[in-house]
T-cell receptor, first 110, second 116 residues
Framework: RKEVEQDPGPFNVPEGATVAFNCTYS??????FFWYRQDCRKEPKLLMS???SGNEDGRFTAQLNRASQYISLLIRDSKLSDSATYLC???????????FGTGTRLTIIP | ETGVTQTPRHLVMGMTNKKSLKCEQH?????MYWYKQSAKKPLELMFV???????ENNSVPSRFSPECPNSSHLFLHLHTLQPEDSALYLC???????????????FGNGTRLTVT
């Protein structure tokens, strides 16, 4: 089983729709979780951290389910500018490295 | 200039060439990283430097040789590469507090390397 697994997509979604994707992780001791966004031919950038209680940042909502070992990202009222690859990132305790998923590619269609 | 800058943006080299990738961060971070990103694969951590000391080497072949002369600069020296080494090489930086590497990582825009 991969350490961090994501559906690679692509997800083609009409503008204004709501889209959600999940990410599963294999290490139950993982402590920190993040979503990064990578635009085409650009570097990854932190989108948001994922907290145990779930958190929201504008149109974006992140959830963590420790029992089932997955995190999710929900995007409401999607915009054309949301088109990107979304990378799930998991970190263990202390100085353990960040482990990246392969990313989920999202395209918002006008 | 702010953030993390990498040069060159694109590099084509033959298998017998020697080249170097350069990374510079202007964020005051004390940890720097080299990652490799290949198509349809997750980002792979290659090296971690903290306060100019290499603290992690993820079983990277010796044809990749990192150098960190100070906390703001990181190099990746390349020699006798193979075609399968063609990928996007990303530099990143972050804060390190004690033994903890803190997120977020700030990435440079990468060097697209093609080995012919």
């Amino acid at each position: 089983r991969k350490e961090v697994e994501q559906d690679p997509g692509p997800f083609n979604v009409p503008e204004g729709a709501t889209v959600a994707f999940n990410c599963t992780y294999s290490n139950s001791a993982s402590q920190s979780f993040f979503w990064y966004r990578q635009d085409c031919r650009k570097e990854p950038k932190l989108l948001m951290s994922v907290y145990s209680s779930g958190n929201e940042d504008g149109r974006f909502t992140a959830q963590l389910n420790r029992a089932s070992q997955y995190i999710s990202l929900l995007i409401r009222d999607s915009k054309l500018s949301d088109s990107a690859t979304y990378l799930c990132v998991v970190k263990g305790l202390g100085n353990e490295k960040l482990t990246f998923g392969t990313g989920t590619r999202l395209t918002i269609i006008p | 200039e702010t953030g993390v800058t990498q040069t060159p943006r694109h590099l084509v080299m033959g298998m017998t060439n020697k080249k170097s990738l350069k990374c510079e961060q202007h964020l005051g971070h004390n940890a720097m990283y080299w990652y490799k990103q290949s198509a349809k694969k997750p980002l792979e951590l290659m090296f971690v430097y903290s306060l100019e000391e290499r603290v992690e080497n993820n079983s990277v072949p010796s044809r990749f040789s990192p150098e960190c002369p100070n906390s703001s600069h990181l190099f990746l020296h390349l020699h006798t590469l193979q075609p399968e080494d063609s990928a996007l090489y990303l530099c990143a930086s972050s804060h390190r507090t004690g033994d903890t590497y803190n997120s977020p990582l700030h990435f440079g825009n990468g060097t697209r390397l093609t080995v012919t």
